[in-house]
């Protein structure tokens, strides 16, 4: 009897040894197939690029058994960001419909620094902050007792919230707490205009994903601008998008169709160039470019032509990606400033993969194309450079007002 139970639990061990190795050998297949599909596509051929991938291979299969799906990933993404680019990161499920759909779990705030203090500047309508009695102006103290809580933390954590809240400079604040709890939230990132006079007009632009810059609808909202002398245009916290609704949302500013750079593929080994068109299905359109070594961008036609005088164009660090390039192209427009904070310096063309593992669909970004303007200036790592710094005025945001828009009063 006692040698069964001995051989059983031999059997056992055996079942979950063999077990842990495949599904260990499973893991590093996938990372080194990660690592080999980054040096197949990489815009940057070179030296840097193969030192790079022979780490990423040995890393691969020196990694140890990770349990859960997300610190795996994150392993991955630490390897990633060795290579010091943009939008060169593994995602998973839900991040990709966040970044894409603005589908997520969200505690509903969106808090700024000012002066070293985290102030929320806006709420979720439908969001758990909200139900709590948050409210603009509130300075967040700390979660959970911890006070190193930046923006993005607020937004997606959870926990017990310290709030200070304080109406006025002069009044005295009230500090209390309360429990937020993430929850399934759809962000509003549709485009939203509001009139301020005659002359004035303000735009919010939140995302260029492209279900929001469809051709015709685009060209209805770029007609309710054809009449005003002014226009402020807020691309703050915007994260970027698609290529095509960056070069919709940009072309009724100049009226004709004017060069305003390239995207340059230094792994493609050839003179030929094609033109990005305005065209529904932009990846297939990019995927039948694959051998060219420069796609020319040009501003469309067939679009309103907005004549307005003076535009202001509102960014900061939180401007991202295709974001940066229609802030960057329109401020070589006369009349146009730039006001703000620089942006996040992250504009370069990805492409996407769906990589399968265990029963998730990830989905990779592999930077393969540069942007370039006219004058052969690049934008990765450099940004928009505002032509007027703004700073947040603390006494106006702990009363729930953003002194950057002060201009349009």
């Not at 703000?340 to 930077?367: D, E």
Request: proline share 3%; with cysteine.
């Amino acid at each position: 009897m006692k040698l069964k139970v001995i051989l059983l639990f031999y059997f056992f061990i055996s079942l979950v040894l063999a077990s842990y190795l495949s599904d260990l050998q499973k893991q590093r297949s996938f990372f080194d197939g990660i690592c080999l599909l980054v040096k197949q596509n990489f815009y940057q051929q070179d030296e840097h690029l193969k030192s790079w991938y022979r780490d990423c291979k040995n890393l691969s299969q020196d990694t140890g058994f990770i349990f859960d799906t997300r610190d795996f990933v994150e392993k991955i993404n630490d390897q990633l960001s060795t290579l010091e680019v943009s939008h060169l990161e593994l995602y998973l499920p839900e991040n990709n419909l966040r970044l894409w759909k603005g589908k997520g779990l969200y505690t509903g705030i969106l808090a700024r620094f000012v002066d070293g203090q985290l102030i929320v500047f806006e709420l979720n309508e439908s969001s758990d902050a909200k139900d709590k009695g948050i409210a603009k102006g509130d300075l967040i103290v700390s979660i959970d007792g911890q006070s190193k809580v930046t923006p993005w933390i607020a937004e997606t954590q959870g926990g017990k919230y310290q709030i200070l809240r304080r109406s006025s400079k002069t009044e005295k604040a009230r500090s209390f707490q309360v429990y937020i709890e993430p929850k399934e939230v759809s962000l509003d990132l549709s485009i939203k205009i509001k009139k301020i006079s005659e002359e004035k007009v303000y735009i919010k632009i939140p995302s260029f994903i492209r279900s929001y810059f469809q051709k015709e609808d685009w060209h209805k909202l770029a007609s309710q601008l054809l009449s005003f002398k002014e226009i402020w245009i807020d691309l703050r916290g915007n994260s970027g998008g698609s290529l095509l609704a960056a070069l919709r949302g940009v072309s009724p500013f100049f009226c004709n169709p004017t060069p305003v750079g390239f995207l340059e593929k230094p792994s493609v080994k050839n003179d030929r160039s094609a033109e990005f068109r305005d065209e529904v299905d932009e990846l297939k359109q990019l995927d039948s470019m694959n051998h060219v070594s420069q796609i020319i961008l040009k501003t469309f036609s067939d679009y309103p032509c907005v004549k307005a005088k003076r535009i202001n164009i509102l960014v900061d660090y939180g401007t991202s990606s295709a974001a940066e390039f229609f802030a960057y192209v329109l401020s070589k427009r006369q009349g146009v400033q730039v006001k703000g904070q620089s942006t996040a310096g992250s504009v370069v063309m990805a492409s996407w993969y769906k990589v399968p593992f265990k029963r998730k669909i990830l989905s990779l970004s592999i930077p393969e194309s540069i942007y370039r303007d006219e004058n052969n200036k690049e934008l990765e790592g450099v940004g928009v450079i505002p032509g007027e710094f703004l700073f947040y005025d603390y006494d106006q945001a702990i009363e729930g007002r953003d002194s950057w828009l002060n201009g349009l009063e």
